[in-house]
């Protein structure tokens, strides 16, 4: 992989696709060699996540509390976890997540259109080329 440009995937379900930017940490890295991938979307308050079989240990910068449209990993569930508003422990609008998960990147363009993701909806993650 090469390190001085960003990996960029693409999200994509049966309404709608997103694409992201994402920074080079080692949770990025496993996460690549395991794409392309197809999961069933699950959704949590205004969370979309999805297993990915991928197994690693929570990187020191993990957060629980991020912005709508981070890409993060759930570590306890070996999870892509995209927050696009409140979850259900959430105080007030943050996103807060489940446990501290690993922080990827961010969505390219509104994160809202996640809202389109219904629960057993197949998702799939891939990369993009450049």
């Not at 197809?38 to 991928?54: K, M």
């Not at 570590?75 to 997540?97: F, N, Q, W």
Request: proline letters at 8%.
């Amino acid at each position: 992989m090469q390190t001085q440009s960003p990996l960029r995937i693409r999200i994509s379900w049966p309404a709608g696709h997103l694409t992201a930017t994402l920074d080079d940490t080692t949770t990025t890295q496993a996460l690549a060699k395991a794409l392309p991938l197809v999961s069933t979307a699950q959704t949590w308050g205004e969370e979309v996540y999805l297993d990915t079989g991928v197994v690693v240990p929570r990187e020191t910068n993990a957060r629980q509390v991020v912005e709508a449209g981070t890409v993060t990993f759930w570590t306890d569930g070996d999870a892509l976890a995209l927050p696009y508003g409140p979850t259900p422990i959430s105080r007030g609008d943050e996103c807060r997540l489940a446990s501290p998960c690993n922080v990827l990147g961010q969505l390219d363009g509104d994160p809202r259109l996640l809202s389109t993701v219904r629960a057993g909806d197949p998702i799939r993650v891939e990369l993009m080329d450049g």
